[in-house]
């Protein structure tokens, strides 16, 4: 019987990390630079209060397991192509988006930096299976099952995990590894995008990874 809940084989998969990003995943990045100390605190303060606490730590160990049992660890940032911008994807001229070529902000936290022999694309549109080469790479690699980690859950994310479903890869969502701006935007994603991945938290996701260790 087909099925998602398939566990993975370290060696035919990628753990993929979706805009953790200096842009949008700190404080002081780009995204925010023009909101009054008030209004930041307010909208998104719980916000970096989470993912200080319990994402990046989550995010964090599920790199080391992954890394550990030899499964591909790849990164995804939003960085335009040229300084300007222009190559962006229209719904992110219209957000006002762009993250410059080259730029601080674009680049992985340094708290999941990308090791010396690890895949870092930047992307230009929301769907990193859209405006990069991904799907080419990840065959190349071998790779038949993704798991799906990052920002916003309600958007980047679910974007990526869509598609991959689309182009016939296997999904799992780390559903703690995952982030978006409020509680309800985040139950309400994760309950939606359940029918296209298998769903485990970074505990269920890492005792998986050292059993395959051994």
Same mark, same amino acid.
């Given at each position: 019987?087909?099925?998602?809940?398939?566990?993975? +084989?370290?060696?035919?998969?990628?753990? /993929?990390?979706?805009?953790? %990003?200096?842009?949008?995943?700190?404080?002081?990045?780009?995204?925010?630079?023009?909101?009054? #100390?008030?209004?930041?605190?307010?909208?998104?303060?719980?916000?970096?209060?989470?993912?200080?606490?319990?994402?990046?730590?989550?995010?964090?160990?599920?790199?080391?397991? #992954?890394?550990?049992?030899?499964?591909?660890?790849?990164?995804?940032?939003?960085?335009?192509?040229?300084?300007?911008?222009? +190559?962006?994807?229209?719904?992110?001229?219209?957000?006002?988006?762009?993250?410059?070529?080259?730029?601080?902000?674009?680049?992985?936290?340094? #708290?999941?930096?990308?090791?010396?022999?690890? /895949?870092?694309?930047?992307?230009?549109?929301?769907?990193?299976?859209?405006?990069?080469? /991904?799907?080419?790479?990840?065959?190349?690699?071998?790779?038949? %099952?993704?798991?799906?980690?990052?920002?916003?859950? +309600?958007?980047?994310?679910?974007? #990526? /995990?869509?598609?991959?479903?689309?182009?016939?890869?296997?999904?799992?969502?780390?559903? +703690?590894?995952?982030?978006?701006?409020?509680?309800?935007?985040?139950?309400?994603?994760?309950?939606?995008?359940?029918?296209?991945?298998? %769903?485990?938290?970074?505990?269920?996701?890492?005792?998986?990874?050292?059993?395959?260790?051994?």
């Amino acid at each position: 019987m087909l099925t998602r809940e398939v566990p993975l +084989d370290p060696a035919a998969s990628a753990l /993929i990390y979706i805009d953790v %990003q200096n842009f949008s995943a700190r404080r002081d990045g780009g995204e925010f630079k023009d909101l009054p #100390a008030e209004e930041f605190e307010a909208r998104y303060g719980a916000f970096f209060d989470k993912f200080e606490a319990e994402t990046l730590p989550n995010m964090q160990r599920l790199r080391d397991a #992954a890394r550990a049992a030899g499964v591909e660890v790849m990164y995804t940032t939003i960085e335009s192509l040229t300084k300007d911008g222009r +190559d962006r994807s229209l719904d992110y001229k219209i957000t006002g988006f762009n993250v410059p070529k080259g730029s601080w902000d674009g680049r992985p936290l340094d #708290a999941l930096a990308p090791g010396e022999d690890e /895949i870092w694309l930047p992307k230009n549109s929301s769907s990193v299976f859209v405006s990069t080469n /991904i799907d080419y790479v990840l065959r190349c690699l071998g790779v038949r %099952q993704v798991v799906i980690a990052g920002l916003v859950t +309600d958007q980047c994310v679910e974007g #990526a /995990i869509r598609d991959a479903c689309d182009l016939g890869y296997l999904v799992t969502q780390v559903t +703690d590894a995952c982030l978006t701006f409020t509680p309800e935007r985040q139950a309400a994603s994760i309950t939606a995008i359940k029918g296209y991945c298998r %769903q485990l938290t970074t505990d269920d996701l890492v005792r998986e990874l050292e059993g395959s260790a051994k």
